[in-house]
């Protein structure tokens, strides 16, 4: 039973996407952008309540839960829909664009439900859709990544999933609320697994880097924003002051970050340093105060701009170039001028330089952990905010565009300005990232808790929050340059933690394929020499006997009785009773001869 009607924005995007292959082809260009833009309206437009509530069986799901944290951050999912599209708007390839809404109505359908079942349903959408995107890139090893990407997922959907019936059948509630946090159950931990696997928290990360990296030019710009973020709107609606999740966010800070210095792919660089920057919105959500959820909130939606923006221009290298990476770049800034201002641009925003969006968001995570007393917290996430700077503020543009050019001739000849539509999506990002950072009422108003909102914003530009950060930055860049040798790129694989299970996996490959093979190949012949054989002969003779002796004897004999029968068919037929006539005939004869005579 349907409640009432009620146009959910997912729906906007799901419906859009099928009709899409029916577009003419002059009209296409012009629908990929009005299905996201109605879509954003859509979102802007829902008022606060609970719409789209449906029950089956004894289930009522609850399709729309408006609330200030599920309009923020369904604000920038559809913000940022519209930024993906018209990114790969000359893509040809209609399955990826519907791949790509499809993804993003998951997000935004897991971002409103209202309940555990609607939000794991929308949940396995995003996980479905997403690995399309690294699919269509076509490489050989595209697909084997997909296929690490979509397990690790579904192992994560599973353990959700776990949780949920768990949860359900301890408290009869599906209610997508805040759980137990101080005195977490078993149906607790597994529904937390099911959201950090999408956060990528350390161990369980390695699927981020693989993924994105791999993910065509414009697949990456939609995963980079979409997943991680839904986890951790998750893990605010569900987790919120959990404090595991303080030491986890610090590590995921400082991990991600030295993994992307040490990275040659810039790429998978970004991807790596997305788990950095997905590590402050985690241990806000563990700290619990309301700056904390207020940060957290902030640096998501503050992230998917920036990320967006570095994913678009390292793409546009990548869509012109065919390369990646730093080894086979260099010395293209006579070649992409514009390309590399839009990055540097992306690139000091996550780094929170004053006046970019990095620095109105993640300073506010820094102060909530100095403002809980959480000292470590807040040195820690200093420190890999100065890592930050030093991977992607200077190294990517450095090695990209400035440097030792390391371009083959192809490489160079290639290089150039790519198409308007992708200069406009990147144009359009940077504005978002500085005005974001030069005016913080347009952010800050939408914050989930406007009273610690207000008091931020009054310090956030104090001298002395501005002065502290310069001197940090100031710092990394100079380190880096007297260090340049020293960060050089090298052709190399840096070892993950993901190194276990691609291993194991081999090692299960070679198992299976080697010994066990082989093993069950002997047994195989075993058997068929042993077994089979014997068996086979059996039957044969058995069918002969059977064909020529029992069936000989049974045939044999049903012919005798067949013979008898045609015999006394024939003599009740008619040939007795001529006979038995004839013979009373002669008889009656002789009777009446022997009357007569004698």
């Given at each position: 039973?349907?409640?009432?009607?009620?146009?959910?924005?997912?729906?906007?995007?799901?419906?859009?996407?099928?009709?899409?292959?029916?577009?003419?082809?002059?009209?296409?260009?012009?629908?990929?952008?009005?299905?996201?833009?109605?879509?954003?309206?859509?979102?802007?437009?829902?008022?606060?309540?609970?719409?789209?509530?449906?029950?089956?069986?004894?289930?009522?799901?609850?399709?729309?839960?408006?609330?200030?944290?599920?309009?923020?951050?369904?604000?920038?999912?559809?913000?940022?829909?519209?930024?993906?599209?018209?990114?790969?708007?000359?893509?040809?390839?209609?399955?990826?664009?519907?791949?790509?809404?499809?993804?993003?109505?998951?997000?935004?359908?897991?971002?409103?439900?209202?309940?555990?079942?609607?939000?794991?349903?929308?949940?396995?959408?995003?996980?479905?859709?997403?690995?399309?995107?690294?699919?269509?890139?076509?490489?050989?090893?595209?697909?084997?990544?997909?296929?690490?990407?979509?397990?690790?997922?579904?192992?994560?959907?599973?353990?959700?999933?776990?949780?949920?019936?768990?949860?359900?059948?301890?408290?009869?509630?599906?209610?997508?609320?805040?759980?137990?946090?101080?005195?977490?159950?078993l149906a607790d931990w597994l529904i937390l697994i099911g959201f950090l696997v999408?956060?990528?928290?350390?161990?369980?990360?390695?699927?981020?880097?693989?993924?994105?990296?791999?993910?065509?030019?414009?697949?990456?710009?939609?995963?980079?924003?979409?997943?991680?973020?839904?986890?951790?709107?998750?893990?605010?609606?569900?987790?919120?002051?959990?404090?595991?999740?303080?030491?986890?966010?610090?590590?995921?800070?400082?991990?991600?970050?030295?993994?992307?210095?040490?990275?040659?792919?810039?790429?998978?660089?970004?991807?790596?340093?997305?788990?950095?920057?997905?590590?402050?919105?985690?241990?806000?959500?563990?700290?619990?105060?309301?700056?904390?959820?207020?940060?957290?909130?902030?640096?998501?939606?503050?992230?998917?701009?920036?990320?967006?923006?570095?994913?678009?221009?390292?793409?546009?290298?990548?869509?012109?170039?065919?390369?990646?990476?730093?080894?086979?770049?260099?010395?293209?800034?006579?070649?992409?001028?514009?390309?590399?201002?839009?990055?540097?641009?992306?690139?000091?925003?996550?780094?929170?330089?004053?006046?970019?969006?990095?620095?109105?968001?993640?300073?506010?995570?820094?102060?909530?952990?100095?403002?809980?007393?959480?000292?470590?917290?807040?040195?820690?996430?200093?420190?890999?905010?100065?890592?930050?700077?030093?991977?992607?503020?200077?190294?990517?543009?450095?090695?990209?565009?400035?440097?030792?050019?390391?371009?083959?001739?192809?490489?160079?000849?290639?290089?150039?300005?790519?198409?308007?539509?992708?200069?406009?999506?990147?144009?359009?990002?940077?504005?978002?990232?500085?005005?974001?950072?030069?005016?913080?009422?347009?952010?800050?108003?939408?914050?989930?808790?406007?009273?610690?909102?207000?008091?931020?914003?009054?310090?956030?530009?104090?001298?002395?929050?501005?002065?502290?950060?310069?001197?940090?930055?100031?710092?990394?860049?100079?380190?880096?340059?007297?260090?340049?040798?020293?960060?050089?790129?090298?052709?190399?694989?840096?070892?993950?933690?993901?190194?276990?299970?691609?291993?194991?996996?081999?090692?299960?490959?070679?198992?299976?394929?080697?010994?066990?093979?082989?093993?069950?190949?002997?047994?195989?012949?075993?058997?068929?020499?042993?077994?089979?054989?014997?068996?086979?002969?059996?039957?044969?003779?058995?069918?002969?006997?059977?064909?020529?002796?029992?069936?000989?004897?049974?045939?044999?004999?049903?012919?005798?009785?067949?013979?008898?029968?045609?015999?006394?068919?024939?003599?009740?037929?008619?040939?007795?009773?001529?006979?038995?006539?004839?013979?009373?005939?002669?008889?009656?004869?002789?009777?009446?001869?022997?009357?007569?005579?004698?």
């Amino acid at each position: 039973m349907i409640s009432d009607l009620w146009l959910h924005p997912a729906l906007i995007l799901l419906l859009g996407g099928l009709l899409l292959p029916l577009i003419p082809a002059q009209l296409r260009k012009a629908y990929l952008i009005v299905i996201p833009l109605l879509t954003f309206i859509r979102i802007v437009a829902l008022t606060k309540g609970v719409y789209g509530e449906v029950t089956v069986a004894q289930f009522t799901l609850t399709f729309g839960r408006v609330d200030e944290l599920s309009q923020v951050f369904g604000y920038i999912m559809g913000l940022m829909a519209i930024l993906g599209t018209l990114y790969g708007l000359h893509v040809q390839r209609t399955a990826e664009h519907m791949a790509a809404w499809t993804y993003v109505a998951g997000s935004i359908g897991a971002i409103f439900a209202g309940d555990l079942l609607t939000l794991f349903l929308f949940w396995e959408v995003m996980a479905f859709s997403s690995v399309f995107l690294v699919w269509f890139r076509g490489r050989e090893q595209s697909l084997a990544t997909g296929y690490r990407y979509l397990l690790v997922h579904v192992a994560g959907g599973v353990s959700l999933l776990a949780g949920i019936v768990l949860h359900y059948h301890a408290t009869g509630s599906l209610a997508f609320n805040l759980f137990n946090v101080s005195h977490a159950g078993l149906a607790d931990w597994l529904i937390l697994i099911g959201f950090l696997v999408n956060a990528a928290v350390p161990p369980l990360h390695a699927w981020l880097p693989d993924a994105y990296g791999e993910a065509t030019f414009n697949g990456s710009v939609f995963m980079c924003a979409f997943t991680t973020k839904t986890a951790v709107y998750a893990l605010i609606r569900g987790f919120a002051g959990m404090e595991i999740l303080i030491a986890l966010g610090v590590i995921m800070a400082l991990y991600g970050v030295v993994y992307a210095v040490l990275e040659n792919d810039c790429r998978r660089l970004l991807a790596y340093h997305i788990i950095s920057q997905v590590g402050y919105m985690v241990a806000g959500v563990g700290l619990g105060t309301e700056l904390a959820i207020n940060g957290a909130v902030a640096h998501a939606f503050a992230h998917i701009l920036y990320k967006g923006l570095l994913f678009m221009g390292c793409g546009s290298v990548l869509y012109m170039t065919g390369k990646s990476k730093f080894t086979e770049l260099g010395g293209l800034y006579p070649k992409m001028p514009w390309t590399f201002l839009f990055t540097l641009i992306g690139g000091l925003s996550i780094s929170a330089f004053p006046l970019f969006s990095g620095f109105v968001s993640k300073s506010m995570i820094v102060s909530a952990g100095f403002e809980s007393h959480k000292l470590w917290v807040g040195f820690l996430l200093m420190l890999a905010s100065a890592g930050t700077f030093l991977h992607t503020g200077l190294k990517v543009p450095y090695f990209i565009w400035f440097g030792k050019n390391n371009c083959a001739k192809q490489t160079w000849d290639r290089a150039g300005e790519p198409t308007w539509n992708m200069m406009a999506a990147m144009g359009v990002t940077a504005f978002l990232c500085i005005f974001i950072g030069c005016y913080t009422p347009y952010l800050y108003r939408m914050l989930p808790y406007q009273n610690a909102a207000t008091e931020y914003a009054a310090v956030v530009y104090s001298s002395y929050h501005v002065s502290e950060t310069l001197q940090i930055l100031l710092f990394t860049a100079l380190g880096f340059f007297l260090l340049i040798k020293k960060l050089q790129p090298e052709a190399k694989i840096s070892l993950d933690l993901d190194w276990p299970y691609r291993k194991g996996g081999q090692a299960f490959l070679w198992l299976a394929s080697k010994p066990i093979q082989a093993i069950d190949t002997a047994v195989g012949e075993i058997y068929r020499v042993g077994g089979l054989v014997p068996l086979m002969a059996s039957s044969r003779l058995a069918a002969v006997f059977d064909g020529k002796v029992i069936d000989g004897v049974v045939d044999g004999l049903a012919g005798s009785v067949k013979r008898l029968g045609e015999r006394l068919r024939t003599s009740q037929r008619g040939a007795l009773q001529e006979n038995l006539t004839m013979a009373f005939g002669v008889g009656a004869v002789i009777v009446v001869a022997f009357v007569l005579f004698f």
